[in-house]
């Protein structure tokens, strides 16, 4: 099969394929763009199913995309914290709360184990089915629960020990010496 045949036999299931991977359009398109690319230049000569090996390759591309999305998210998300004016809050006081509570929170994602840091932010962030993530991830469905259940645990007692260093702290500051 030449190129023109492959791409008019599959560019649908690709892009479909694509499009309900990452739920946007124009990724989509760019996705399935660079899948033909890459199966155009690559050999051929020994494929049994190419739709299978096309989807593959499309998997591999969407996952790539969405891992440059997620850090893409991050960056911007770290520079708009840190030039965003704080018109959009009634006080500087709430405004900076909120810068802080989205740094804290970003380092307490960062203190978590990987895998469970990778789970939470395709779920939560990237707003995946769960599904999506298993296969993403080439997990059984039950380790991403279980993966997402034991992050959250691990989120939650850091923010428990922050709030006890943070009391802890404010007694310490609060302590009237008789001198």
């Known amino acids: 099969m030449n190129d023109l ?17 990452l739920k946007h359009k124009g990724d989509a398109e760019d996705a399935c763009q660079e899948v033909f690319v890459k199966a155009m230049l690559a050999d051929r000569s020994g494929l049994q199913s190419e739709k299978a090996w096309l989807l593959r390759i499309a998997a591999n591309e969407c996952h790539s995309m969405m891992r440059r999305r997620i850090k893409g998210r991050d960056k911007e998300q770290t520079a708009y914290l840190k030039a965003a004016p704080l018109t959009h809050s009634p006080s500087v006081e709430s405004g900076y709360e909120r810068r802080e509570t ?51 645990k691990s989120l939650k007692k850091l923010t428990e020990d922050e709030d006890g260093r943070a009391a802890a702290k404010k007694g310490r500051d609060m302590h009237v010496s008789n001198y």
């Open 102 to 152: 989205i740094a804290e929170f970003g380092r307490m994602l960062q203190e978590i184990k990987p895998k469970f840091r990778e789970v939470l932010l395709l779920y939560y962030m990237a707003d995946l089915p769960l599904a999506e993530v298993a296969d993403l991830l080439k997990l059984p469905v039950g380790t991403v629960k279980s993966r997402i259940n034991r992050g959250l």
């Open 5 to 21: 045949e492959l791409f008019e036999n599959y560019k649908t299931t690709v892009y479909r394929y694509c499009l309900y991977m």
